[in-house]
């Protein structure tokens, strides 16, 4: 609900996504034209998955460490603390709010665009109902980083330079600014490893590899939703001793 | 019938301190100097239910503290707090379903939500069926006619608008006890008697309990009927209002008027030459004069002698310690010893 008020925000985020997209397209047709043995796969691909990497990185942004952070510092938290709701379920409720808005204002627009700048029959049914399912735990992955950007931010109180630091680290480590497959191979084993890649690559490889086989698609959502479980776990954990401190030490 | 027990509550913190020597700032990044302060020693207190209590003392003296521990957002390092005769556990549901808190200086409200979605977002937080939403709301449209605000996003009402809107949200579920911590810093008069007529309804109708703090005496005179003294961390006074009156209440005021012209500043002299603490001053004419007197030092009827004495009086009047002098005399009385 918070999120409608900000309504004209939600716009701008559409507005500048699809900007984003057409940029991608013609950076990466320029890459292409320029070199032919870029990667084994075509331009298509690598503009899908740039495009819709930074549309879900777009959709899925809640602002979560600031959110908390801010409530924590400011000691507006005490409102969370005293009400008969777990501090980690209503950040995760609020999370979803607002992402619900995004997903209508910025995913389903630049989506439709995407699919219509790429040619007809690149993805399949089968692609299409994985990338879904996939889709929730990349928002889970995100939105928990997110938390624990905050946290940190909370310890540094450098809310703005943390955050900064947290977009850089999740684009380039989700394969948001480059395809993981573009990088060297030692470096993008390590990054497959990370918990960024389930945000970015796993919903976009499953969406647009056609060749993929069975076994490596489960061993992508199954990384996928260990990280999630992992997250959660750990930042539920930290939530739950950082209030238990501000209850000892005071607001 | 009892319904809240505070046992010898203990609360400390730890403050961080600076050093008073050469980069001092920089030795505190690697060798942290902390003091202990201890916020509340051994604080000890019960209330029935349906009780309207004053928390009263000067800024710092642990108020704040305390209402934080009843409502569960800080744990005390020692002692207890019971709740009709079970220790509370703070992170328990049930526990802060029987709460309703109203914070003067943070709203508790969705800043950019208009009222009705923040109360229906309270409505299913705190499982309220439709019967008791809508008596409420009708309730607080009959006391405070304001039932338009409702519409209205939080952020764009006024403080006192705000404020009222603050009591509904605490009160929506209709909880055991309502904890305000200064309800009414920075309102109008207005505003703050429709707190007050809120308040003491919710009191009245639905046998909720009222612990509030505030520093405006007013507020104490029309809703509280107990009050608890808090100074540097203990408790110094427990008992009622009109008690709390009549042992600290020592400053009587004497109003004379007279037929002819006096100079209250010579008064004013006099009576602190004669060792009667007290000061005079004329309130609207210099046919009449306002003495405020120590009665511990000296007895009222004496004291309308002793101006009898210095000039001929028409008429006078004794008037009683109010409230506001009687805290007042509390707080020095406390600061001195």
């Known amino acids: 609900m918070t999120m409608i008020t900000y309504r004209w925000e939600c716009m701008f985020a559409a507005v500048s996504s699809l900007f984003t997209v057409f940029f991608a397209y ?109 889709l929730s735990g990349s928002f889970i992955i ?69 060749s993929m086989s069975g076994m490596e698609m489960c061993r992508l959502l199954g990384m996928q939703l260990f990280w999630c479980v992992v997250l959660m776990l750990v930042v539920n954990r930290a939530l739950k001793r950082l209030i238990t401190k501000i209850e000892i030490n005071g607001g | 019938m009892t319904q809240l027990v505070v046992s010898g509550i203990r609360k400390q913190y730890r403050q961080l301190q600076a050093r008073d020597e050469r980069f001092g700032m920089l030795k505190n990044i690697f060798s942290p100097v902390y003091r202990n302060v201890t916020a509340l020693d051994d604080v000890s207190f019960s209330i029935r239910k349906g009780e309207r209590v004053a928390l009263l003392g000067q800024n710092g003296a642990g108020k704040s503290t305390l209402v934080k521990i009843l409502c569960g957002a800080l744990s005390p390092t020692t002692g207890t707090v019971s709740l009709d005769g079970r220790v509370i556990d703070r992170h328990s549901y049930a526990f802060k379903k029987r709460l309703g808190i109203v914070f003067g200086q943070r709203t508790q409200l969705w800043w950019e939500l208009p009222i009705t979605e923040s109360l229906l977002a309270l409505k299913t937080i705190y499982e309220v069926s439709d019967e008791n939403y809508i008596t409420t709301l009708k309730l607080f449209e009959e006391l405070t006619g304001m039932s338009r605000l409702l519409k209205t996003p939080a952020k764009n009402l006024s403080l006192g608008q705000r404020t009222l809107c603050e009591i509904l949200a605490a009160c929506i579920h209709l909880p055991d006890i309502l904890l305000l911590d200064e309800p009414t810093i920075g309102l109008d008069l207005e505003v703050k008697d429709k707190v007050r007529r809120l308040i003491n309804h919710m009191n009245r109708h639905f046998g909720i309990t009222v612990i509030l703090t505030s520093h405006d005496t007013s507020d104490i005179e029309h809703i509280c009927d107990r009050i608890l003294l808090i100074n540097a961390g203990r408790l110094i006074f427990d008992n009622s209002v009109h008690r709390f009156i009549s042992e600290h209440g020592v400053f009587y005021t004497l109003k004379v008027t007279t037929q002819h012209d006096i100079d209250c500043g010579q008064i004013g002299v006099h009576l602190v030459h004669e060792g009667i603490v007290g000061f005079a001053a004329n309130p609207e004419n210099t046919r009449g004069c306002e003495i405020t007197f120590d009665k511990t030092k000296i007895e009222p009827m004496t004291m309308v002698k002793k101006v009898g004495s210095l000039f001929a009086i028409d008429e006078f009047h004794i008037q009683g310690a109010s409230l506001e002098s009687a805290i007042k005399y509390a707080y020095s009385k406390h600061a001195v010893s």
């Open chain 1, 26 to 134: 013609y950076l990466w047709r320029a890459v292409y034209r320029a070199s032919t043995t870029l990667s084994t796969q075509g331009f298509e691909v690598t503009f899908a998955y740039v495009a819709i990497s930074v549309v879900l990185l777009v959709t899925f942004n809640t602002s979560a460490e600031t959110n908390i952070s801010r409530s924590i510092i400011s000691g507006d938290v005490i409102r969370d603390i005293v009400r008969p709701l777990g501090f980690h379920d209503s950040q995760i409720a609020a999370a979803i709010g607002t992402m619900g808005l995004r997903f209508l204002l910025v995913f389903i627009p630049c989506m439709t665009v995407i699919l219509l700048l790429l040619p007809h029959g690149m993805i399949g049914a089968r692609n299409v109902w994985l990338f879904a399912a996939s």
């Open chain 1, 142 to 210: 995100l939105l928990h980083i997110d938390m624990l950007t905050g946290l940190v931010a909370i310890k540094t109180e450098a809310v703005w330079g943390v955050r900064l630091a947290k977009e850089y680290i999740v684009s380039v480590f989700s394969g948001a600014l480059i395809p993981l497959y573009l990088l060297p191979s030692s470096l993008s084993k390590v990054m497959l490893l990370l918990p960024f890649q389930g945000i970015c690559h796993t919903p976009v490889t499953l969406l647009t590899s056609r």
